[in-house]
């Protein structure tokens, strides 16, 4: 699997290079928010294999991730960070790539097509590091998989190799900044 963190890799250049286009906070809890169900719900009820279900589903993307998304990008993360922010002043909490996010208020639509595509780009990644993406849950008879080689533990390393690079380039480049 991808590292959960390494999922904003494809969306924080949109935002970098669109930043009126795009809800950076919409797009960056859109792109990880699949793999709350993995730390949260399936551990508990230990149902779905490997813990992926719902939210790594296109109906989650639409429906329960959505909703989450939506109130993480436009609530819960801008009150904290305004919080920090004023608590610790001057660290950079509310900066991305040069613009202060909080401030930086999208109508209702863009944060919904930015926390819509994370979601996309989430699964997407996923089909090509897992056997089995439940893409169309509940509706599925077959595993789902981009690549038969989904699961080799070399492309799996390859690939962690270099989006732990590319992560750290672009927290260094534009997270509080
Ligand atoms: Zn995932």
Same mark, same amino acid.
């Given at each position: 699997m991808v590292l959960t963190p390494f999922h904003v890799i494809p969306v924080w250049p949109l935002y970098a290079r669109w930043p009126r286009r795009w809800d950076l906070l919409a797009l960056s809890f859109g792109a990880v928010m699949s793999d709350v169900e993995i730390i949260t719900v399936y551990p508990i009820v230990r149902t779905w294999q490997a813990g992926r279900g719902i939210m790594h589903s296109l109906l989650g993307v639409f429906t329960v991730n959505l909703v989450l998304v939506v109130l993480a990008a436009r609530y819960l993360v801008p009150w904290i960070a305004t919080r920090l922010d004023r608590r610790? !002043?001057?660290?950079?909490?509310?900066?991305?790539a040069g613009h202060d996010f909080v401030a930086d208020r999208k109508t209702l639509q863009v944060t919904i097509g930015s926390a819509i595509l994370g979601g996309l780009t989430h699964l997407g990644i996923d089909l090509f590091m897992?056997?089995?993406? !439940?893409?169309?849950w509940p509706w599925r008879a077959v595993p789902l998989a981009a690549v038969p080689w989904a699961t080799d533990p070399t492309w799996n390393v390859a690939i962690e190799l270099v989006a732990v690079v590319v992560f750290f380039v672009m927290v260094w480049k534009w997270l509080g900044k």
């Open positions: 610790f !002043p001057g660290k950079g909490w509310r900066t991305f897992h056997y089995d993406t !439940p893409l169309l």
